[in-house]
């Protein structure tokens, strides 16, 4: 066992696991997180996708060691002063879940695929979450919702580059 | 708390005072008495007393004429808590808002079983598929709430009450049938959702299924650290067939 600090949601959090400890089971057994999601344990759902150093990863294959002192961003942390992102929103007015278990794979890649790029087309909204599953084949009403969260992020892109809503 | 049932129009009886029940099991209304209404005006509060053939197991309606339905299934995301409030929201006339379902939790309501197969809200489905028509949407979820009688008896409740009051006819729906926003979607999208994989206890630990990269392969080595789980690659490592290993 060994001490890690980690930089989640903005927080420095202590945690303690073998150096090559899944990230997701770090964040779910030690920190109590409930958005990242254990799915196939194999990097091939994303349902357990955070943002490390902006860019959508699988924790649970992502050794704890390899992610000190990166910024972790993760579905628990979107919301932020009772607001949740505009993602997020636009997924509830979508109705872009049915069991949500997967809900997490598809806001957290979203959100890093909006800060590159604030303007996807459809067909690169398919090809970036092309990797991603869901079993309840929410996939358009999936589409939907990025394409409403893109919309709303550049209207307020002026007032605030957070996505917050 | 139970009581004779009473034939009441749904007018009279939303208007009654006090704490007025229903029974889900089918279009069964029944009236207490103001004192008991009284009493049990904390009953949202109170610990649940859930035995199957007291009728505010299934609804109860506060003085403020909040509406909670209980019911015993737990579905997948299909919306049907949604789909209850609807059917619950046209039999007594109430906005659709103002209902709420509670469901699976066997503490607050009876075990109805899982919600597969659409149990939750069908059965005219073979009714009319037997007289050779079509089934609207309706008709099939307004059937949601009688269903839970059969249910019942299956899974050894014990409601049987039938009530007097006319089952409201599909051509008078107002809610069923309409779009209704699903209650359940922002939990989820926000992370509030409870899931079974949140469930922790004290000395538990997990179990995964690891599966081979690879049709055919089987397991050459299983070691201690992979056995506890502190790797992501899985548990075992593989011998692939044609004689490459993979870990
Ligand atoms: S759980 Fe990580 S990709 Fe499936
Ligand atoms: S909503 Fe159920 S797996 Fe995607």
Not at chain 1, 48 to 58: E, F, L, Q, S, Y
Not at chain 1, 86 to 115: K, S
Not at chain 1, 127 to 150: F, P, S, T
Not at chain 2, 141 to 156: C, E, M, S, V, Y
């Amino acid at each position: 066992m060994a001490q890690f600090t980690l930089s989640v949601d903005g927080e420095a959090r202590q945690v303690e696991a073998q150096p090559e400890t899944p990230l997701l089971y770090v964040l779910r057994g030690q920190l109590g997180l409930k958005g990242p999601k254990f799915g196939c344990g194999f990097a091939q759902c994303g349902a357990c996708t955070v943002i490390v150093n902006g860019a959508a990863a699988r924790s649970c294959m992502l050794p704890v060691s390899a992610v000190q002192d990166q910024p972790i961003r993760t579905l628990d942390g979107l919301v932020k002063d009772g607001k949740p992102h505009l993602v997020q929103l636009a997924f509830i007015e979508e109705e872009a879940a049915q069991c949500g278990y997967c809900t997490n794979a598809w806001v957290m890649n979203v959100v890093a695929l909006l800060e590159r790029n604030s303007a996807p087309t459809k067909d690169q909204i398919r090809q970036e979450l092309a990797g991603l599953k869901c079993r309840c084949g929410m996939h358009m009403a999936i589409l939907r919702a990025v394409l409403r969260a893109a919309a709303q992020m550049r209207k307020t892109a002026g007032a605030t580059t957070t996505g917050q809503a | 708390m139970s009581a004779a049932p009473d034939t009441l129009d749904r007018r009279q009886f939303l208007q009654g005072s006090g704490l007025l029940l229903v029974a889900a099991g089918g279009a069964t209304l029944l009236r207490l008495p103001e004192a008991q209404a009284q009493q049990a005006g904390t009953i949202a509060a109170a610990v649940r007393d859930i035995a199957p053939e007291q009728l505010d197991t299934w609804i109860t309606i506060d003085t403020a004429g909040r509406v909670t339905a209980f019911f015993g299934k737990m579905d997948m995301g299909q919306g049907v808590d949604t789909a209850v409030a609807q059917i619950v929201a046209d039999e007594l006339d109430v906005a659709v808002d103002r209902v709420s379902v509670v469901m699976g939790d066997t503490h607050l309501t009876p075990n109805q079983g899982g919600a597969s197969g659409s149990s939750a809200c069908r059965q005219r489905v073979s009714a009319g598929a037997a007289a050779g028509r079509t089934i609207t949407y309706g008709e099939l979820i307004a059937d949601g709430f009688r269903t839970p009688l059969q249910w019942n008896r299956q899974f050894g409740n014990g409601l049987a009450v039938r009530g007097a009051a006319p089952v409201k006819q599909v051509a008078d729906y107002q809610v069923v049938g309409k779009p209704v926003a699903r209650k359940d979607i922002a939990g989820k999208v926000l992370a509030t959702t409870e899931y079974c994989v949140h469930v922790s206890l004290p000395g538990m630990l997990h179990a995964r299924v690891v599966r081979p990269p690879v049709a055919g392969s089987v397991p050459a080595v299983v070691d201690e650290l992979h056995r506890r789980h502190r790797r992501s690659a899985g548990g075992a490592g593989w011998r692939l067939p044609g004689g490459g290993g993979a870990r």
